[in-house]
């Protein structure tokens, strides 16, 4: 399967996050790749990894970091592609900080914000899959079968509360 998304992380302390994006391309059946690329660390291997990427044919990028770091920031700056960021709480404010840095990009670098943490990193997928499928039949019909899932499940959570409470 050709990688048509890379997730990529400051750090493997995020890897436990941003896996979660990796289950749910997973499950619509999209190709992806997933490295570790300090935007202060590794800054020149970071700017490289953003350029070969595009080459290779990724089309989506999903970025997360802790404290305040600026992954996101900076592949927005690098590329035309859309970039997606999945803030993490690893700092001691508790992911505040990596949340400002996603969400306050300047005029003409945008960034996309998602929540904090693994369900930002699944939302992130979820909203890469949705930017694939404006293209692609196959993905529409994917996306719109797991939504219908995800309202399946609500009303099976609510059928076995009022069953609960019916037996009181």
């Given at each position: ?13 995020d ?19 997933i ?9 020149d ?5 953003i ?6 044919g990724?089309?989506?990028m999903?970025?997360?970091a802790g404290?305040?770091?600026h ?21 001691p ?17 945008p ?5 904090l ?12 899959v949705?930017?694939?499928a ?16 995800l309202s399946?499940?609500?009303?099976e959570?609510?059928?076995r509360?009022?069953g609960?409470r019916?037996?009181?």
């Open positions: 399967m050709k990688p048509l998304i890379a997730i990529v992380m400051g750090s493997d302390s890897l436990a996050v941003m896996e979660e994006a990796g289950k749910v391309l997973d499950s619509f059946g999209i190709g992806y790749e490295t570790i690329a300090s935007a202060h660390r590794s800054p291997k970071t700017r490289e990894y350029h070969s990427a595009e080459k290779n990724i089309k989506i999903i970025a997360g404290w305040a770091a992954l996101a920031g900076v592949i927005a700056a690098e590329t035309t592609m859309p970039v997606i960021g999945v803030p993490i709480d690893s700092s404010l508790l992911g505040l900080d990596s949340i400002l840095s996603i969400l306050q990009m300047p005029s003409g670098i960034v996309a914000a998602m929540a943490g693994k369900g930002g990193a699944k939302n992130a997928a979820i909203l890469a949705q930017i694939l404006v293209s692609d039949k196959s993905l529409q019909k994917k996306l719109k079968a797991y939504k219908k899932r399946d499940e609500v009303e959570k609510d059928k509360l009022k609960k019916a037996k009181r």
